[in-house]
């Protein structure tokens, strides 16, 4: 799912999460050392990034940059993936408003996944895991999409009685997986990786 660029290199993108101009805190190295760090959410595959900033280059919460292939990287000079409890919390606080930015300028994609989940197990199926998402809203889901696929969220909120904000509750399960690494099923976090 990550993007391929003109010579077929994929290239990760990620949007800034917190900018600190004055390196990590837990940096024990002089400031004259130190070089503007922060924290990323990937684009694709929702992955969180510890990253490090050319010192040249002044940088805005929400503003996109690479972070993967290193030789594609224009403002970013260190990545590393990190855990949600290694965010600064300034980052935490904004990671909300980023997964609904992600998800509202890629609705084509996300409507797709209200169009195509599948059963899990003869039990559980990919829409239960989403938050609200009980039996009768999923065969609500179901028998519409049998119908005719899902264009919108807005057709989506339509047609499906009782289905309420359903960009929302892909939020709310974004975060949920980026919050709890022990979750048995990851949907989004992490998938365009495993789709490669």
Partial sequence: MSEADSDGTDVRRAV??????????????PQYEK???????GVDDF???QVAFDEDERLTIGSEVIVEPREKRDVVTESHRVE????????????????ADLVEENEGRFVDFYN??????????????????GKKLRNGILDERKRKPFESFDELAERVSGLHDPDEILVER????LRDDDLKYQTFVGRAEQEQ
């Fill in 47 to 49: 992955q969180l990034y």
């Fill in 35 to 41: 070089s503007p760090a922060g924290y990323a959410l």
């Fill in 16 to 29: 800034v999460l917190d900018y600190l101009a004055h390196g990590l805190s837990d940096d024990g190295r």
């Fill in 84 to 99: 949600y409890d290694a965010l600064s919390s300034g980052a935490q606080s904004e990671l909300e408003y980023v997964v």
């Fill in 174 to 177: 974004i975060l949920e997986e």
């Fill in 116 to 133: 195509d989940a599948q059963p899990i197990t003869l039990r559980l199926h990919q829409l239960n895991l989403l938050p609200g998402i």
